[in-house]
T-cell receptor
Framework: NAGVTQTPKFRILKIGQSMTLQCAQD?????MYWYRQDPGMGLKLIYY???????DKGEVPNGYNVSRSTTEDFPLRLELAAPSQTSVYFC???????????FGPGTRLLVL | RKEVEQDPGPFNVPEGATVAFNCTYS??????FFWYRQDCRKEPKLLMS???SGNEDGRFTAQLNRASQYISLLIRDSKLSDSATYLC????????????FGTGTRLKVLA
Protein backbone atom coordinates (compact mmCIF):
# COMPACT_ATOMS: atom_id res chain seq x y z
CA ASN A 1 0.00 0.00 0.00
CA ALA A 2 1.19 3.49 -0.84
CA GLY A 3 -0.92 4.92 1.99
CA VAL A 4 -1.78 8.58 1.52
CA THR A 5 -0.12 10.34 -1.39
CA GLN A 6 -0.09 14.04 -2.20
CA THR A 7 1.00 15.99 -5.24
CA PRO A 8 2.73 18.29 -5.86
CA LYS A 9 5.34 18.37 -3.11
CA PHE A 10 6.06 22.04 -3.61
CA ARG A 11 4.49 24.83 -5.63
CA ILE A 12 4.91 28.57 -6.05
CA LEU A 13 1.81 30.49 -7.10
CA LYS A 14 1.27 34.09 -8.00
CA ILE A 15 -1.51 36.01 -6.30
CA GLY A 16 -4.81 35.32 -8.02
CA GLN A 17 -3.75 32.05 -9.64
CA SER A 18 -5.62 28.85 -8.97
CA MET A 19 -4.47 25.30 -8.42
CA THR A 20 -5.59 21.91 -7.19
CA LEU A 21 -3.75 19.97 -4.54
CA GLN A 22 -4.16 16.27 -5.10
CA CYS A 23 -4.65 13.68 -2.39
CA ALA A 24 -5.24 9.97 -2.80
CA GLN A 25 -5.36 7.00 -0.46
CA ASP A 26 -5.41 3.30 -1.24
CA UNK A 27 -6.57 2.03 2.16
CA UNK A 28 -10.30 2.25 1.36
CA UNK A 29 -10.76 4.76 4.16
CA UNK A 30 -14.08 6.55 4.34
CA UNK A 31 -12.84 9.61 6.16
CA MET A 32 -10.48 12.13 4.58
CA TYR A 33 -9.23 15.48 5.81
CA TRP A 34 -7.36 18.52 4.61
CA TYR A 35 -5.27 20.49 7.10
CA ARG A 36 -2.96 23.42 6.83
CA GLN A 37 0.01 23.97 9.11
CA ASP A 38 1.52 27.40 9.54
CA PRO A 39 4.87 27.90 11.33
CA GLY A 40 4.50 27.58 15.09
CA MET A 41 0.83 26.71 14.79
CA GLY A 42 -1.16 23.54 15.19
CA LEU A 43 -2.81 21.88 12.23
CA LYS A 44 -6.04 23.60 11.25
CA LEU A 45 -8.82 21.64 9.57
CA ILE A 46 -9.89 23.09 6.20
CA TYR A 47 -12.40 20.52 4.93
CA TYR A 48 -13.25 16.93 5.61
CA UNK A 49 -15.24 14.15 4.00
CA UNK A 50 -17.01 11.17 5.55
CA UNK A 51 -17.40 9.34 2.27
CA UNK A 52 -17.73 9.72 -1.47
CA UNK A 53 -20.09 12.57 -2.31
CA UNK A 54 -20.09 14.03 1.20
CA UNK A 55 -17.91 16.94 2.28
CA ASP A 56 -18.11 19.50 5.04
CA LYS A 57 -16.30 22.61 6.21
CA GLY A 58 -13.71 22.59 8.89
CA GLU A 59 -12.29 25.42 10.91
CA VAL A 60 -10.69 27.48 8.09
CA PRO A 61 -12.55 26.75 4.79
CA ASN A 62 -12.54 30.24 3.26
CA GLY A 63 -10.68 30.39 -0.03
CA TYR A 64 -10.81 26.63 -0.60
CA ASN A 65 -13.11 24.07 -2.17
CA VAL A 66 -13.13 20.29 -2.19
CA SER A 67 -14.83 17.43 -3.92
CA ARG A 68 -15.02 13.71 -3.20
CA SER A 69 -16.22 11.84 -6.27
CA THR A 70 -14.46 8.60 -5.29
CA THR A 71 -13.40 6.97 -2.05
CA GLU A 72 -9.75 7.24 -3.06
CA ASP A 73 -9.42 10.90 -4.07
CA PHE A 74 -9.97 14.14 -2.20
CA PRO A 75 -8.61 17.14 -4.13
CA LEU A 76 -8.38 20.61 -2.60
CA ARG A 77 -8.94 23.58 -4.87
CA LEU A 78 -7.59 27.10 -4.38
CA GLU A 79 -9.43 29.47 -6.70
CA LEU A 80 -7.77 32.85 -6.12
CA ALA A 81 -4.49 32.34 -4.33
CA ALA A 82 -3.60 34.86 -1.63
CA PRO A 83 -0.38 35.27 0.37
CA SER A 84 -2.30 34.17 3.48
CA GLN A 85 -2.60 30.73 1.88
CA THR A 86 1.15 30.22 2.03
CA SER A 87 1.38 27.13 4.19
CA VAL A 88 2.04 23.41 4.33
CA TYR A 89 -1.02 21.37 3.42
CA PHE A 90 -1.53 17.87 4.76
CA CYS A 91 -4.13 15.39 3.66
CA UNK A 92 -5.11 12.61 6.05
CA UNK A 93 -7.44 9.64 6.10
CA UNK A 94 -8.84 7.21 8.62
CA UNK A 95 -11.02 4.16 8.48
CA UNK A 96 -14.56 4.12 9.79
CA UNK A 97 -14.52 3.14 13.44
CA UNK A 98 -10.82 3.84 13.74
CA UNK A 99 -9.27 6.80 15.50
CA UNK A 100 -5.84 6.93 13.92
CA UNK A 101 -5.32 9.44 11.15
CA UNK A 102 -2.76 8.65 8.46
CA PHE A 103 -1.13 11.64 6.87
CA GLY A 104 0.28 12.25 3.44
CA PRO A 105 3.75 13.81 3.02
CA GLY A 106 2.37 17.32 2.55
CA THR A 107 2.39 20.02 -0.10
CA ARG A 108 4.37 23.19 0.53
CA LEU A 109 2.67 26.15 -1.10
CA LEU A 110 4.17 29.61 -1.48
CA VAL A 111 1.97 32.42 -2.78
CA LEU A 112 3.81 35.50 -3.95
CA ARG B 1 -7.33 30.23 25.39
CA LYS B 2 -6.35 27.45 23.01
CA GLU B 3 -8.28 24.22 23.31
CA VAL B 4 -5.06 22.20 23.42
CA GLU B 5 -1.96 23.79 24.90
CA GLN B 6 1.62 22.62 24.86
CA ASP B 7 4.92 24.14 25.90
CA PRO B 8 6.64 24.83 22.55
CA GLY B 9 10.12 24.17 23.96
CA PRO B 10 12.67 23.45 22.70
CA PHE B 11 13.63 20.91 25.30
CA ASN B 12 17.37 20.30 24.89
CA VAL B 13 18.44 17.13 26.66
CA PRO B 14 21.56 14.96 26.56
CA GLU B 15 21.43 11.45 25.21
CA GLY B 16 20.23 9.01 27.83
CA ALA B 17 18.19 11.58 29.71
CA THR B 18 14.55 11.22 30.67
CA VAL B 19 12.26 13.96 29.45
CA ALA B 20 8.57 14.62 30.03
CA PHE B 21 6.06 16.74 28.14
CA ASN B 22 2.65 17.83 29.30
CA CYS B 23 -0.36 18.91 27.33
CA THR B 24 -3.54 20.46 28.71
CA TYR B 25 -6.95 20.48 27.08
CA SER B 26 -9.88 22.69 27.92
CA UNK B 27 -12.91 20.80 26.63
CA UNK B 28 -14.11 18.20 29.11
CA UNK B 29 -16.06 16.48 26.31
CA UNK B 30 -12.78 15.34 24.77
CA UNK B 31 -12.86 11.60 24.28
CA UNK B 32 -9.61 10.33 22.85
CA PHE B 33 -6.05 11.47 23.16
CA PHE B 34 -2.94 10.91 21.11
CA TRP B 35 0.69 11.80 20.79
CA TYR B 36 1.97 12.28 17.26
CA ARG B 37 5.57 12.76 16.26
CA GLN B 38 6.51 15.18 13.48
CA ASP B 39 10.00 15.33 12.07
CA CYS B 40 11.20 18.53 10.43
CA ARG B 41 9.39 19.14 7.15
CA LYS B 42 7.58 15.81 7.39
CA GLU B 43 4.05 14.65 8.10
CA PRO B 44 2.79 13.83 11.59
CA LYS B 45 2.87 10.16 12.50
CA LEU B 46 1.06 8.49 15.35
CA LEU B 47 3.38 7.75 18.26
CA MET B 48 0.81 6.38 20.66
CA SER B 49 -2.74 6.65 21.86
CA UNK B 50 -3.27 7.67 25.47
CA UNK B 51 -5.60 5.82 27.80
CA UNK B 52 -6.82 6.53 31.30
CA SER B 53 -4.93 3.51 32.55
CA GLY B 54 -1.73 4.80 30.99
CA ASN B 55 0.18 2.98 28.34
CA GLU B 56 3.76 2.17 27.59
CA ASP B 57 5.59 1.38 24.39
CA GLY B 58 9.25 0.66 24.95
CA ARG B 59 10.90 3.84 26.18
CA PHE B 60 7.70 5.86 25.82
CA THR B 61 4.99 6.17 28.46
CA ALA B 62 1.80 8.17 28.09
CA GLN B 63 -0.61 9.12 30.85
CA LEU B 64 -4.03 10.74 30.91
CA ASN B 65 -5.47 12.66 33.83
CA ARG B 66 -9.12 13.42 33.04
CA ALA B 67 -9.77 15.20 36.32
CA SER B 68 -7.04 17.74 35.67
CA GLN B 69 -7.45 17.59 31.89
CA TYR B 70 -3.90 16.92 30.92
CA ILE B 71 -1.92 14.23 29.17
CA SER B 72 1.76 13.53 29.46
CA LEU B 73 4.49 11.82 27.51
CA LEU B 74 7.61 10.45 29.16
CA ILE B 75 10.63 9.44 27.11
CA ARG B 76 13.30 7.43 28.89
CA ASP B 77 16.88 6.90 27.74
CA SER B 78 16.58 9.56 25.02
CA LYS B 79 18.18 8.83 21.66
CA LEU B 80 19.41 11.29 19.06
CA SER B 81 16.70 9.90 16.80
CA ASP B 82 14.02 11.07 19.25
CA SER B 83 14.70 14.67 18.18
CA ALA B 84 11.41 15.85 16.69
CA THR B 85 8.29 17.83 17.48
CA TYR B 86 5.69 16.01 19.57
CA LEU B 87 2.09 16.94 18.88
CA CYS B 88 -0.66 16.47 21.41
CA UNK B 89 -3.96 15.64 19.71
CA UNK B 90 -7.39 15.52 21.29
CA UNK B 91 -10.48 14.04 19.72
CA UNK B 92 -14.12 14.75 20.47
CA UNK B 93 -17.36 14.02 18.74
CA UNK B 94 -19.08 16.96 17.03
CA UNK B 95 -21.27 15.09 14.59
CA UNK B 96 -18.22 13.27 13.41
CA UNK B 97 -14.91 13.14 15.26
CA UNK B 98 -13.08 16.44 15.49
CA UNK B 99 -9.32 16.36 16.01
CA UNK B 100 -7.71 19.29 17.78
CA PHE B 101 -3.95 19.61 17.42
CA GLY B 102 -1.59 21.29 19.81
CA THR B 103 1.19 23.42 18.38
CA GLY B 104 3.78 20.85 19.41
CA THR B 105 6.76 20.58 21.72
CA ARG B 106 10.21 20.51 20.14
CA LEU B 107 12.71 18.05 21.52
CA LYS B 108 16.43 18.14 20.73
CA VAL B 109 18.52 15.29 22.02
CA LEU B 110 22.16 16.28 22.16
CA ALA B 111 25.19 14.00 21.80
Amino acid sequence: NAGVTQTPKFRILKIGQSMTLQCAQDMNHNYMYWYRQDPGMGLKLIYYSVGAGITDKGEVPNGYNVSRSTTEDFPLRLELAAPSQTSVYFCASREQGGETQYFGPGTRLLVL
Amino acid sequence: RKEVEQDPGPFNVPEGATVAFNCTYSNSASQSFFWYRQDCRKEPKLLMSVYSSGNEDGRFTAQLNRASQYISLLIRDSKLSDSATYLCVVNRRVGTYKYIFGTGTRLKVLA
